[in-house]
């Protein structure tokens, strides 16, 4: 069965650090990539997704991902944190209609 | 464009109790999801409609938990009788119909709190 994994389960960062959260996925064949993310109180939204074409997808609020065949990872990067970052991040990866989470990231953006 | 609606938003009961939940996808979406989400931990599964048929049901606690969506609109999970470990949000989810990288829409949850 698919799965997907996310190694960091906790990060705290300070104001204008850089964030990169893991994300790895367990599928040989054609797979869709998503992140997404959920702001305290909120629901779970659209970050970016990936699906053929450039590797580097850009998101929303300054994210970004790089899909790396080779590696079955599809890491989540963002150049300078900001407080209102501070959320659970989810990797997900979705093969025909099926849809695999990973355990999220909750991150901390300490001002 | 109206997002995914699910109601209540909170709901606390007491165990050996039931339970329901409703969730209205955004309109054309086939596909609708229902997942459970423990406190700490992705959302898991529970079940999938393609418009009012089950695709997947694998990690649905049958024994417990029941869902419908008779009219391929909207859905409704139930869980009779609640037990402590159900305390969880539950989430609906709808997508495009089709097999395009069309991501899934998050309705906010129900919060449920088994005591």
């Known amino acids: 069965a698919q799965s997907v994994s996310q190694h960091n389960h906790h990060v705290i960062l300070s104001e204008a650090a850089s964030l990169e959260l893991g994300c790895n996925y367990s599928?040989?064949?054609?797979?869709?990539l998503f992140w997404y993310v959920q702001y305290p109180g909120q629901h779970l939204q659209l970050l970016l997704k990936?699906?053929?074409?450039?590797?580097l997808v850009k998101g929303i609020k300054g994210f970004e991902a790089e899909f790396i065949k080779s590696k079955f990872s599809f890491n989540l990067r963002k150049p300078s944190v900001q407080w209102s970052d501070t959320a659970e991040y989810f990797c997900?990866?979705?093969?025909?209609?099926?849809?695999?989470f990973g355990t999220g990231t909750s991150l901390t953006v300490i001002p | 464009e109206a997002g995914v609606a699910q109601s209540p938003r909170y709901k606390i009961i007491e165990k050996r109790q039931s339970v329901a939940f409703w969730c209205n996808p955004i309109?054309?979406?086939?596909?609708l999801y229902w997942y459970q989400q423990i406190l700490g931990q992705g959302p898991k599964l529970l079940i999938q409609?393609?418009?009012?048929?089950?695709?997947?049901d694998s990690q649905l606690p049958k024994d417990r938990f029941s869902a419908e969506r008779l009219k391929g609109v909207d859905s409704t999970l139930k869980i009779q009788p609640a037990k402590l470990e159900d305390s969880a949000v539950y989430l609906c989810?709808?997508?495009?119909?089709?097999?395009?990288?069309?991501?899934?829409?998050f309705g906010p949850g129900t919060r449920l709190t088994v005591t």
């Open positions: 989810a709808s997508r495009r119909q089709g097999l395009g990288p069309y991501e899934q829409y």
């Open positions: 599928y040989g064949g054609t797979v869709n």
């Open positions: 990936y699906f053929s074409g450039d590797p």
């Open positions: 997900a990866a979705n093969t025909g209609n099926q849809f695999y």
């Open positions: 309109s054309g979406h086939a596909t």
């Open positions: 409609f393609q418009n009012n048929g089950v695709v997947d």
